[in-house]
């Protein structure tokens, strides 16, 4: 279930929890030895920090003058990855990217990082390679600086994104045919922003431009995102829960 993606390919384990859209029906069940167990409103429930910052209501320029961001796991960010936010900041001249996570703390990777995208001809000053925060409070204050985060392909964020929304700053995922890339699908899908899942990497950067130059929805979405959250299933501990005790009832069941 919950932090670990993938199968355990292991004949004891009858199980897995997922959902329909992180696990489409029919589309990933060859993957597993277990049986995939789809609970109907999201296979994950988030519980923000009661210490969370509030949400910083940033000036929006509609120029494309915008901060991106990406606080995955360096792991996540792949050369595939950086070469497309490469194109998005071709397409975008006046804006910038910061990246921040525990790798960065090494000279080494960030070097590397800022070859890659030189490698792509954006100069290394519009890029911000940042080591990750010493306390949870001010990584959730970073957002304050950021318009737009882009999620990792072909491993989606899900604490990450979660956070990210949390803090009033929308995602833009690329969708996957696996559960590692369906993750912030099922996320964005139950807030009600299914419209910012791409299926191809050029419908990424297109909703990530029409974002970016799109001040008033900007503006929208940050005002009203905790409420649309607290709203959404995603939110809904208590439903969440029976949900889960119903599957389990089911599985008991067939046993």
């Not at 949870?136 to 204050?141: E, I, P, Q, T």
């Not at 996957?176 to 990424?204: F, K, M, W």
Request: with cysteine; aromatic share 6%; glycine share 8%.
């Amino acid at each position: 279930w919950l932090g670990y993606p993938n199968t355990t390919g292991l004949e004891t384990m009858d199980y897995r929890l997922s959902d329909a859209i992180a696990d489409p029906p029919g589309l990933t069940e060859r993957f597993h030895s277990e049986q995939l167990v789809r609970l109907p409103r999201g296979f994950l429930c988030y519980a923000p920090p009661g210490d969370s910052p509030g949400v910083q209501l940033v000036p929006a320029s509609a120029d494309g003058r915008v901060t991106f961001a990406c606080f995955n796991n360096l792991a996540k960010v792949t050369p595939e990855m950086t070469a497309l936010w490469a194109e998005l900041l071709r397409r975008l001249p006046g804006a910038r990217l910061i990246l921040k996570c525990h790798g960065l703390a090494a000279e080494s990777a960030r070097h590397e990082m800022r070859e890659r995208f030189q490698s792509h001809g954006i100069d290394g000053g519009r890029v911000e390679l940042c080591p990750a925060e010493r306390s949870l409070v001010d990584h959730l204050s970073r957002y304050g600086e950021v318009d737009i985060a882009l999620d990792v392909f072909p491993y989606n964020g899900t604490t990450t994104t979660c956070e990210a929304l949390w803090m009033g700053v929308p995602v833009v995922t690329l969708a996957g045919s696996i559960h590692v890339s369906r993750v912030s699908v099922s996320i964005l899908n139950n807030v009600g922003l299914a419209d910012l899942v791409a299926d191809t990497p050029e419908q990424y950067l297109d909703i990530a431009q029409r974002l970016a130059i799109d001040v008033e929805r900007r503006r929208a979405l940050r005002a009203g995102m905790r409420a649309r959250m607290l709203s959404s299933p995603l939110l809904d501990a208590p439903g969440f829960a029976r949900d889960l005790e119903a599957a389990y009832r089911e599985m008991l069941a067939r046993a």
